[in-house]
């Protein structure tokens, strides 16, 4: 079985096509998609693959090719695999401004980060019927 794992260079390009023009504009740029996907996998019933995906995509599956179907599955991976094995914690790829307010900056990763976060929690909270 092949290792689920990507290389920073794959992980600067998958961010690039996220927010890049071959995806819809309300595609979630890379640190929305790690907090959607930390709040699915801690969720207690996992989330259907094109669920999730469509989310990611804002309901454009048409721009995925296999090798970033490769990519999200491999972050999701990667993801659940630092979720079940250190614990929910932040991601240390997480860089947090010494300055809070520089934290919530539209274009702070920790900002988008918990955007993607909160739409998990809520969406999960929605798909097994839970009150949120």
Not at 70 to 85: P, V
């Amino acid at each position: 079985m092949q290792e689920l794992n990507l290389t920073e260079t794959e992980l600067n390009l998958l961010a690039q096509w996220l927010s890049g023009d071959e995806t819809s504009a309300k595609a979630m740029n890379l640190p929305c998609v790690e907090g959607f996907l930390f709040a699915l996998i801690c969720a207690p019933t996992p989330v259907e693959d094109e669920v999730w995906l469509n989310e990611v995509l804002a309901g454009d599956l048409s721009t995925l090719s296999d090798d970033k179907l490769f990519a999200l599955m491999a972050l999701y991976n990667h993801l659940s695999t630092d979720i079940f094995e250190t614990g929910y914690q932040l991601p240390k790829s997480l860089i947090v401004a010494d300055n809070v307010a520089d934290n919530f900056t539209q274009d702070s990763a920790l900002h988008s980060w918990s955007k993607g976060f909160a739409c998990g929690v809520g969406y999960a909270g929605v798909l097994l019927n839970c009150e949120n």
